[in-house]
């Protein structure tokens, strides 16, 4: 069964300076990849994915992640962030040769913390 | 998300009693999960739907059970309460089998078992 592993589960980073969320998935079988973001008190919001293609993926609020086969992961980066960006993030995968219900299995969740 | 919401919001429950939360979408998606959140695990999968009447179970199964008889709800039972089930619980829909969109969560339903 596949699993992530998002390597830090709190990361404080000064405003206006960039940010790397690490994420690194089990399997090196096709998968798709997906970023959430979760805002205090509101559900989780689809950030980015990764079904096929380029391996770079730009997604909203300027955060992009760049899908790497060779060491299974998919980081996700954003060059400036904003206080607004303050929140937790999940990477979560699924496989696509599963039959039926195609079920996201998600990490353990980095927490944001931007401080002015 | 308008499209899907979870009732009730919050819920304070005692140790042994029975819990039902509810998840209702407008979207008319055929896929329907639900999650808890715990710090330090994430979300990970208790049930999920595949269609009305057509359920199956997730990882953290044990002591949940869940129910659809239209497709816009999908409803979760905690049939004896205790601590342990003390969590944040999400419910999502998906449009797709694939779920190449990844899918659409509620806004989630507090639980404190005392």
């Known amino acids: 069964a596949q699993s992530v592993t998002q390597l830090d589960s709190q990361v404080p980073v000064f405003e206006e300076a960039p940010v790397e969320l690490r994420c690194n998935y089990s399997?090196?079988?096709?998968?798709?990849l997906f970023w959430y973001v979760q805002y205090p008190n509101q559900g989780l919001q689809l950030l980015l994915k990764?079904?096929?293609?380029?391996?770079l993926v730009k997604g909203i609020n300027g955060f992009e992640a760049e899908f790497n086969k060779s060491q299974t992961s998919f980081h996700l980066r954003k060059p400036s962030v904003h206080i607004s960006d303050t929140a937790e993030y999940f990477c979560a995968v699924s496989d696509p040769r599963v039959q039926g219900a195609q079920k996201l299995v998600f990490g353990q969740g980095t927490r944001l913390t931007i401080n002015p | 998300d308008a499209g899907i919401t979870q009732s009730p919001r919050h819920k304070v429950t005692e140790t042994g009693t029975p819990v039902t939360l509810r998840c209702h979408q407008t979207?008319?998606?055929?896929?329907m999960y639900w999650y808890r959140q715990d710090p330090g695990h994430g979300l990970r999968l208790i049930h999920y739907s595949y269609g009305v009447k057509d359920t199956d179970k997730g990882e953290v199964s044990d002591g949940y059970s869940v129910s659809r008889s239209k497709t816009e709800d999908f409803l979760l039972t905690l049939e004896s309460a205790t601590s342990s089930q003390t969590s944040v619980y999400f419910c999502?829909?998906?449009?797709?089998?694939?779920?190449?969109?990844?899918?659409?969560f509620g806004s989630g339903t507090r639980l404190t078992v005392v």
């Open positions: 999502a829909i998906s449009e797709s089998m694939t779920a190449i969109d990844g899918y659409t």
């Open positions: 979207e008319n998606h055929r896929y």
């Open positions: 990764y079904l096929s293609g380029s391996t």
């Open positions: 399997s090196s079988v096709s998968v798709y």
